[in-house]
Nanobody, 118 residues
């Protein structure tokens, strides 16, 4: 299983960030998939998850600005984060979820740096 994130490296404040994770080696409908980020100098922060049953869960503090959805025809899933601020600057990861908590994953993308700046 391989995961590959893609998206803009630089986003202006108040804009919407859109990141896509392409999954190869397995159908995205068979597992839970997550978005996780790591702000500079901080630990990993779970953003949200899509489960194989079709449910979506978000970090409460980001829920009002977050949207995660699948494109099963392309075997990929997308994170949209609206009204970004410099505090959203982080390395963003997609991963395949496993049991053990919202941050538990067995396969990870390599991560993509997103900087929010004017």
């Amino acid at each position: 299983v391989q995961l590959q994130e893609s998206g803009p490296g630089l986003v202006k404040p108040s804009q919407t960030l859109s990141l896509t994770c392409i999954v190869s080696g397995g159908s995205i409908t068979m597992h839970t998939y997550r978005w996780i980020r790591q702000p500079p100098g901080k630990g990993l922060e779970w953003i949200g998850s899509n489960t194989r049953s079709g449910n979506t869960y978000y970090r409460p503090s980001l829920k009002s600005r977050s949207s995660i959805y699948w494109d099963t025809s392309k075997n990929q899933f997308t994170l949209q984060l609206s009204s970004v601020t410099p505090e959203d600057t982080a390395v963003y990861y997609c991963c395949r979820g496993v049991s053990g908590g919202m941050g538990s994953c067995d396969y990870w993308g390599q991560g993509t740096q997103v900087t929010v700046s004017s």
